[in-house]
């Protein structure tokens, strides 16, 4: 029986909340503790109470009743009572009985939850162990920011999210082709930099019609919730004043005193988007004060720019830019446009290193120059005379050899530099796009639109869906949807009433199973709709979209497309394709074009399909070509039935094509393709990312919800669904009350938007970490070994450490000391066996302990293992020490070998500036402190005793 005495301090090991009670009364069977944090009392048998004896010993902090703190000198009984010598932050010596000590108790550390018995079982224990290697896996992946997100694993787009991602405040223009993923890439960048917290404050500006695609966009593919401020929400967020404290600030303000700060509305979000036109209405310096750490300007090319007026758009993101510490630019059109509108776009991202317009012009012509080079080294086989000489004049320090192409071309992007600030590909440097094969539908006008053969949309002549009863391209359209029930078609109109009055036609009249989708919808009756076209079981057979389905969705598991009308613009013709022509799209596209013969349609058709080829391929030059020949296609369709016209029309459109074409590909940078792309580079991210899949966190997350009460349930082969369950004590991170349906299987995830994608990086993913790791349950745990070879009674204590640095994610110090998880199992010789016996290996022979036996186990070898705790320490301490010293060596010479190349490159490059090169001394400074503060810490400890 355990000796008590009042005034004696115990905690209570069921009821730790209650904080350190003290002895009041004893009797021959009870022992009676007073509670003074909660002012409440417990009695308790004598036999079997629940209580530990709190003792501190030299070197831990107390506090004393009125909450001052000191370190323990020594210890010393009285009367069965703790006496400690203890010293105050003044040096100053006194002794405090326990009776005196405070009430407040923090059990966080490992030996303390072990010695004053709040023991957890293996499960718990092993859980804690499992999050620690989830947590130190998940920020050493090569891979980081790029496991996450819910896209294909495209070469040329990771290879560009992985060069512009880790930089420090990255300014770079983004110019691939249409189709080739310029979201998906600016969203890969955004994502690593928010995940290495190397950008929190991000602002999106688009046009107005893209706000609701990069919404979505950002949530669905990159577990990123940003805020839509418009003028409305701005209004919600200021206070409304009455008018007594307008009255007062009126009488102050006439009296002479400053006008009060309002707050500024946009610091009340970290991650905000907008649009193009709220941005040219609201209050730019309050934008500006917000301090972005990156911002993002979509369709950049619209942003109209000349050396002499630059637009007011221009303007109003050049100074955000400027303000911002980094920026990405998205355009498809950098050079298109012409020199000026390109060198306008480089200087919003460099104001200071594109200046001149003119010399701009000259360093362009020398660039190409060595674009052609390298372009020449590609292409022969065997390298002539002349190319030799050119390159020995650019590469005079090289060894010029055919086998070392590689590494020369490496060298030769290195020193021109133009893959710094600008990354274009074309489908003629990547591969992966299907075919397009155009299905043309030539009808004959009928008698309803007799009169209208000038009228692009004669259907909207009419105030219903009466028209589809005639209109043979509706019959043709009825007939194709039922003679192919079993492919997903998408159809596209010009104008939202068309598409209502199509989809109330095939959907309730004829009784065809289509979607709709056009403006006035709302944003989740468009999800619906698109979901329900995209399920392949009881999904729609068709959508119906207004122009807006040629925006913002992408449809690669559809093959058939149908245009019921034509844009006048070639670049909406390109954006209606580019829905299902995509990287991603496996077969080939069947484009469908229902047309009047003898009509303006006719005119429109062969002005795209004769004149521009733009079914069967991709127009880069569309603008230009209707800047060309815009007015004599209005002519031909006012006058449709004159071929002659059509016919110049169509050929002066070739013409036109051809020579717009022949510009392109005569200016075509190949330097700057093979800056934008390394095959070699990207093949390595694909492979990595592939073995990362492999290791999902579903057994892990399995786990989690069985110990947090979250209720699973299957839901397919890849899937589960989850709900709170009925003992969730709170709430689950990421886990809505409705419940959600989840996997971790990426090729269901792509075809599934409405399921989470649960990765590493999946905020319910670290969240759960997080709340394990947060929890104090399994820092200390014990465990009956069940192994006929071992000895009953063998005692054996497994610890588990963690070295992990404590530096601003931003300086992403585990490129140099990566989060480590160390471990030890010692016997009850201090001799350490953890490398014969794995953690994994000794769980699986592991039960649970009777909490009773438990705490006598602790009790009796707590003498033992206080030693064992402590010379382990020691030993795991110089361990990291010695790791803490290569990490350091290691951040020095990288940084100082990059910070030297960047120094030879700066004599030959002109973008590479003083600031680039000195912000790798700052860098080193916050490096090197944080790593001298960095320890090695005991995160849990199991111990385990032999049974019988």
Known sequence: MTDYAVGQRWLSETETELGLGIVVNIDYRLVTLFYPACEEERTYAKTNAPLSRMVFGPGDTIENQDGDSFTVESLSVQQELYLY?????????????????????????????????????????????????????????????LRG??????????????????????????????????????????????????????????????????????????????????????AALQPQ??????????????????????????????????????????????????????????????LAWSPDAPSEEYQRVAKLADAAEGLLLLTATPEQLGLESHFARLQLLDPARFHDLDAFRAEQA?????????????????????????????????????????????????????????????????????????????????????????DLFPERGFSDDRWCAEDPRVTWLADFLRRERSRKVLIICAHKETAIDLHAWCGYKLGMNVAVFHEDMDLISRDRAAAYFADFEDGAQALICSEIGSEGRNFQFAHDLVLMDLPRHPDLLEQRIGRLDRIGQKQDIQIHVPYFSDHAQAVMFHWYHDGMGAFSRTNPAGSQILAATGAALEQALAAPADSARRDALVADTAATMDTLLGQLESGRDRLLELGSHDPNGSAQLIAALAAADAHTPHDFMERVFERFGVEVEEHSEHADILRPGAHMLAPFPGLPEE???????????????????????????????????????????????????????????????????????????ERFLPTTVMRSLLDAQGRDLGGSISHDGLSK???????????????????????????????????????????????????????????????????????????????????????????????????IVAGG
């Open 845 to 943: 022979q592991c039960q649970k302990m009777d909490k009773g036996l438990s705490r006598k186990v602790v009790e009796s070898q707590q003498t033992l293992l206080t030693q064992l705790l402590a010379q382990d320490q020691k030993r795991m301490q110089a361990l990291a020490q010695d790791t803490l010293d290569q990490a350091r060596e290691k951040m020095e010479t990288e940084l100082s070998r990059e910070q030297q190349r960047l120094r030879q490159l700066q004599q030959r490059n002109a973008d590479i500036s003083d600031a680039d090169i000195a912000a790798y001394n700052v860098e080193r400074q916050a490096l090197t402190a944080a790593l001298a503060e960095t320890r090695c810490h005991l995160a849990a400890v199991r111990v």
């Open 241 to 302: 004043e009455s008018i007594k404290d307008m009255m007062a600030r009126l009488i102050a303000e006439e009296a002479g005193a400053a006008p009060a700060e309002a707050d500024n509305p946009f610091s009340t979000e970290q991650l905000i988007l907008i649009s193009t036109d709220f941005l040219a209405e609201c209050d730019l310096q309050q934008l500006i004060d917000a301090q972005w750490d990156l911002l993002i300007v979509d369709e950049a090319h619209h």
């Open 149 to 234: 997100p819910r896209v294909d694993l495209i070469g040329h787009q990771l290879w560009i999210a992985h060069d512009v991602g880790t930089r420090k405040a990255p300014r770079v223009l983004l110019a691939d082709e249409v189709g080739l993923g310029k979201t998906i890439e600016a969203g890969l960048i955004l994502h690593q930099q928010w995940l290495t917290e190397r950008a929190r404050r991000i602002l999106i500006v688009v046009p107005p019609a893209l706000v609701h695609q990069w919404f979505v966009e950002m949530v669905r593919r990159f577990n990123l919730h940003f805020s839509i401020f418009d003028h409305e929400r701005l």
């Open 85 to 145: 010598q203890v010293r105050d932050e003044d040096g100053s010596e006194r002794i405090i009985p326990e009776s005196q000590l405070g009430y407040r108790v923090s059990l966080t550390a490992v030996a303390d939850r072990l010695f004053s018995k709040q023991l957890d079982s293996s499960s718990w224990f092993n859980l804690r162990v499992a999050a620690l290697y989830a947590q130190a896996e998940t920020e050493n992946s090569p891979v980081l920011g």
């Open 366 to 454: 020398a660039y190409r120059e060595v674009a052609d080079v390298a372009g020449a080294m590609i292409d022969q086989p065997v390298w002539d005379t002349a190319l030799r000489n050119k390159l020995a004049a650019l590469l005079p320090d090289e060894a010029l050899d055919e086998t070392r192409r590689d590494a020369l071309l490496a060298a030769l992007l290195d020193r021109s530099g133009t893959g710094r600030v600008l990354y274009r590909n074309t489908r003629k440097n990547i591969s992966g796009f299907p075919q397009r094969q155009l299905q043309p539908v030539p009808l004959a006008v009928p008698p309803q639109y007799a009169g209208e053969e000038t």
């Open 739 to 813: 419940g959600v349906t989840v996997t971790t299987d990426r090729s269901t995830a792509l075809s599934r938007d409405d399921m989470l994608f649960l990765t590493w990086e999946h905020p319910m993913v670290t969240g759960a970490i997080e709340l394990v790791l947060g929890e104090d349950r399994g820092k200390a745990a014990t465990a009956l070994l069940r192994n006929p070879k071992v000895k009953a009674g063998t005692l054996l204590v497994e610890l588990i450490y963690s070295l992990r640095c404590s530096a601003p994610r931003a300086l992403q110090v």
